[in-house]
Each structure stands twice: as structure tokens, then as C-alpha cells.
């Protein structure tokens, strides 16, 4: 079974990729470890993204698509895998169908975690992060006001820019400007299934495996 994980910045995306994982035993694939893995084992399309980045130009998509095509490759990967920050726009979603092609291998469904924009901005405005050890609190959820690690007590718990409220919002609208083709195109082909992604973590996991069960069935 292959799934796609939709979902904003701050929907909680990939704790629900994580444990669809361990429910469904299937490999996690999340675009920025897959980047990290090859960037740092100097991998051939490690190397050539490398002489992208080095000149400040984004990674063109078929570097993408070559390192997603070479995880599903591996063994570990022949029960299945939940793409997470993948693909991002239309070429890729393509691109990703052309691979799947040839591989013999399709796409099963495509869960699209949905939390509205104004508690995304609640979740990630809200979150606070100590200087010492980067240990995440939030404002209203994980109240302190200074870490209550021993043997931390950082005195200080700051707001990343990233967080601030107006660049959430901004981040935001780059979600929806991506997102929203890809999701008519999954819309479309039958594929999209829409989570309500907000209340408890474990309320909105309960909703996530049984819709990914029932693709099972399909
Ligand atoms: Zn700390």
C-alpha cells in the first residue's frame, strides 16, 4: 500500500505518518529526510543537489523524483510507504505517477489532514522553544516560563521567526497555493480522502488509520 500525507505546517502531519507506519508497517518517506540522507551520505544526487543549493537555486524536480525512486527501490520499501512533504506540486505528483508506472506499483489513496488556518496559527504561534536545549513548550498548551529541565533551566524560551504569527500566515498561503492543484488532481483521479485534523492527536489518528484501513480493502 502507498499513501500520500497531506497536511499544512502545524496539522500534525507527520506524527500521524509516524504512526500510520507502525500500525500499517510500512516505511516512512518525508521529502526532508530523504534530502538530509543523501546530502549527508554524499550520494551521487547528493552531490548534484549540493551544486544546486550552493548556488542558492532550488533542487529541480527530477533530483526529487530520483531520490524518492531510489527509496521505494529498496527492500524495506516493498510492503508499501507514506510520502510526507512529497510531492509538493503538480510536475512532481506526475512525475511521482510516471514512477510508480514503471515501478508496477500505484498510489492506494491520499489523505489530506485538514486543520483550518486559524488554529494552525493557535498551534505554531503559540509555541516557544528554550535557547538551551530546543526543547518545544507552547504558550497555552505546555505552559513555563523558563525550561523546567534540571539540567537545563535555560532561562530564556524564545519564538523562532518561523513561528510568528504573520509568517504562518504566510507559510501558510504557500501551502494553499501549492497544495490546492494537487488536491484536485488527487480529488479527480478518486484518490482524496479528506481528515478532520482537529481535537486530540489520538482522535485524529483513529480517524487516520481507519480511512487508510478501508483503502486496504478497496
Ligand atoms: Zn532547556
Known sequence: ????????????????????????????????????????????????????????????DDVT????????????????????GFPRTL????????????????????????????????????RLICRECQTPFHKEFNPFKRCPFNKCEGEYLYQRDDDRPETVRARLKTFHN???PLIDYYRQAGLLAEIEGEGEVAEVATRT????????QA
Not at 109 to 120: N, P, Q, R, T
Open 1 to 60: 500500500m502507498n499513501i500520500v500525507l497531506f497536511g499544512a505546517p502545524g496539522s500534525g502531519k507527520g506524527t500521524q505518518a509516524e504512526q500510520l507506519c507502525q500500525e500499517l508497517n510500512l516505511i516512512h518517506v518525508a521529502s526532508g529526510d530523504l534530502f538530509r540522507e543523501n546530502l549527508n551520505n554524499e550520494t551521487e544526487l547528493g552531490k548534484l543537489a549540493q551544486t544546486y543549493m550552493d548556488k542558492g537555486e532550488l533542487v529541480p
Open 65 to 84: 523524483v530520483a531520490m524518492v525512486k531510489e527509496r521505494l527501490s529498496r527492500p524495506d520499501a516493498r510492503t508499501g510507504v507514506i510520502f510526507d
Open 91 to 126: 510536475p512532481q505528483a506526475k512525475a511521482l505517477d510516471q514512477v510508480m508506472d514503471e515501478m508496477e506499483r500505484r498510489i492506494d489513496g491520499v489523505l489530506y489532514i485538514k486543520v483550518s488556518d486559524e488554529e494552525v496559527v493557535r498551534r505554531l504561534s503559540g
Open 178 to 180: 501549492q497544495t490546492e
Open 209 to 216: 488509520l481507519a480511512v487508510a484501513r478501508g483503502l486496504v
